[in-house]
Structures are given as structure tokens and as C-alpha cells.
């Protein structure tokens, strides 16, 4: 497991499949110089909030940014936030993960 507790091979598996944000499509970076922003930096997400929640459906590889803005916010709400509105993220935009996992949910 990595230090958030994915299996290798859930973590790989999703290297693979997610390498622009599942959110806004930026494209992710692994690493950042001193000084620059990390809005693009890639980080781990629980598409649905919880650490116990840990699936190829529910983990994915997001941008700095859109993690940040995120938080533990539901998800369904966070899509109608300003953060959101500003870079045209929705349910329609997002990636197919994101979209099947909302779908399961109802």
C-alpha cells in the first residue's frame, strides 16, 4: 500500500486511467520546482468522501486545485460552487469514473 493506505494495484490501475484531473482536465503533474504554483500537482481523491472507501470506483487522481476547492464537501453540492461555475466542471464534463459513481448513487 502507498501512504494513504492503496493497494498497488488499485494505485496503479489508476495512475493509468486518470492522467488529467477526473474534475477539470488539467493535465497532472507529479512534481513542482520551488516557487511554482501547485494547482496542478496531482493528488489522491475519494470521489465520495471517505477513507474507508477504497475502490477503483471511488479513488481517482485530481489536480491541486480542484481537491482543494473539494475538501469533504458532497459532491452533488460541490459541482454548483463557484469554483466549479468559473471552470465549467459538471456532471457532464467530468470524467467517466466521476460520472458512474454519482450514477450508482442515485
Given at each position: 500500500m502507498n501512504r494513504w493506505g492503496i493497494p498497488r494495484q488499485i494505485e496503479s490501475i489508476v495512475r493509468q486511467r486518470d492522467v488529467v484531473c477526473v474534475y477539470c482536465g488539467v493535465e497532472l503533474v507529479d512534481s513542482i520546482a520551488k516557487g511554482q504554483s501547485r494547482a496542478w500537482l496531482e493528488t489522491w481523491e475519494h470521489i465520495?468522501?471517505?477513507?474507508?472507501?477504497?475502490?477503483?470506483?471511488?479513488?481517482?487522481?485530481c489536480c491541486c486545485s480542484c481537491n482543494a476547492s473539494k475538501g469533504s464537501k458532497d459532491l452533488s453540492r460541490w459541482f454548483g460552487s463557484d469554483y466549479c461555475r468559473s471552470k465549467g466542471i459538471?456532471?457532464?464534463?467530468?470524467?467517466?469514473?466521476?460520472?458512474?459513481?454519482?450514477?450508482?448513487?442515485?
Open positions: 465520495i468522501n471517505g477513507a474507508r472507501i477504497v475502490t477503483l470506483e471511488n479513488i481517482a487522481r459538471t456532471i457532464e464534463s467530468v470524467a467517466p469514473v466521476v460520472r458512474n459513481r454519482l450514477l450508482k448513487l442515485g
